[in-house]
């Protein structure tokens, strides 16, 4: 198999086990960010938004939205390691080094360049997602009316017959703006802090299944504690132009400041950072342990 091809497919599957495991183990405290970002003056914290939702949708309910999360970020992650195998070799000739001895800061900017392409795949998916999740505060508000809606298909269908193909990017720029510092920061905390945990005279790629995860969890903490109020905004973009016609980035960010005050861009980012750790630290274990099973299969393979 061609060289290049066998490192598409390993990154692609890797990054699809990430995704899944990422999925699974933070999908609830998600769906309380989307809520608390959404409509912060319904609850007054997170296990108020918790509570509410067990009582009023069951447990059912911190899962709203799961069907489109796990397209989200399997599809995501997919194109964002394929994608950071590519940059991590385009910047590897820019500064004249081995692709797979970048220094922290250099994987962090292949991570955002990264972060360009799989923006593409994230922004309609996360756009569904976030409505789903959103769907009974939208309907307590009086902003959604008429068509039922019973999953993320019927409202892929409403958005495409009220805004056409355009609707499904709708939030496009914010969340361009979120994931590139986001994604340097993402990569460059993971790089960091697997350095950090490495033993001396070892390389970060002997780290154990432990301290993968908290380096992945402490990705996770640089990425969010840096582009929350962006996410912030964006989900408002997303979420209330189920209700009609939605301003943009810079007009949505002066009304939340000035109706709200700016408390109201980190609504929502205790249940977030409480997240990461078990999410981003799943995606990596996922990543990493997908990987290294992958190259030793293949070179098995090669040696017979």
């Given at each position: 198999m061609p060289f290049v091809l066998k490192d598409f497919l390993m990154d692609f599957a890797a990054g699809a086990a990430?995704?899944?495991?990422?999925?699974?183990?933070?999908?609830?405290?998600?769906?309380?960010?989307?809520?608390?970002?959404?409509?912060?003056?319904?609850?007054?914290?997170?296990?108020?938004?918790?509570?509410?939702?067990?009582?009023?949708?069951?447990?059912?309910?911190?899962?709203?939205?799961?069907?489109?999360?796990?397209?989200?970020?399997?599809?995501?992650n997919c194109v964002l390691f394929v994608a950071l195998g590519a940059m991590k070799k385009v910047v590897g000739n820019l500064a004249a080094t081995d692709p797979e001895k970048l220094t922290d800061f250099q994987n962090a900017c292949a991570g955002s360049l990264a972060s360009?392409?799989?923006?593409?795949?994230?922004?309609?998916?996360?756009?569904?997602?976030?409505?789903?999740?959103?769907?009974?505060?939208?309907?307590?508000?009086?902003?959604?009316?008429?068509?039922?809606?019973?999953?993320?298909?019927?409202?892929?269908?409403?958005?495409?017959?009220?805004?056409?193909?355009?609707s499904f990017f709708k939030g496009l720029t914010s969340t361009w703006a979120r994931e590139m510092p986001g994604y340097f920061a993402f990569f460059y905390g993971y790089e960091f802090t697997r350095g950090m945990l490495t033993p001396e005279g070892k390389s970060k790629d002997d780290l154990g299944m432990l301290?993968?995860?908290?380096?992945?969890?402490?990705?996770?903490?640089?990425?969010?504690?840096?582009?929350?109020?962006?996410?912030?905004?964006?989900?408002?973009?997303?979420v209330l132009a189920a209700a009609g016609k939605q301003e943009g980035f810079i007009r949505t960010l002066q009304l939340i400041l000035r109706a709200e005050g700016v408390g109201a861009l980190y609504s929502g980012l205790m249940p977030c950072v409480m997240r990461t750790?078990?999410?981003?630290?799943?995606?990596?274990?996922?990543?990493?342990?997908?990987?290294?099973?992958l190259k030793s299969y293949d070179t098995e393979k090669e040696q017979f």
């Open positions: 990430g995704g899944t495991a990422c999925v699974y183990c933070g999908q609830p405290l998600d769906t309380v960010k989307v809520k608390l970002q959404t409509f912060p003056t319904m609850y007054s914290g997170t296990a108020d938004c918790i509570r509410q939702t067990l009582k009023n949708e069951g447990a059912a309910g911190l899962y709203k939205g799961s069907a489109p999360a796990l397209l989200c970020n399997v599809s995501e360009i392409f799989s923006t593409l795949v994230v922004c309609p998916t996360e756009l569904i997602k976030c409505r789903m999740q959103a769907l009974t505060e939208l309907k307590a508000s009086g902003k959604l009316t008429g068509e039922t809606i019973t999953g993320p298909a019927s409202v892929a269908r409403i958005m495409m017959k009220e805004g056409g193909f355009p301290g993968t995860a908290f380096a992945g969890g402490t990705a996770g903490l640089f990425l969010w504690t840096l582009i929350f109020p962006v996410d912030v905004v964006k989900t408002r973009i997303q750790y078990p999410a981003n630290g799943a995606l990596f274990v996922a990543y990493e342990y997908t990987r290294k099973f």
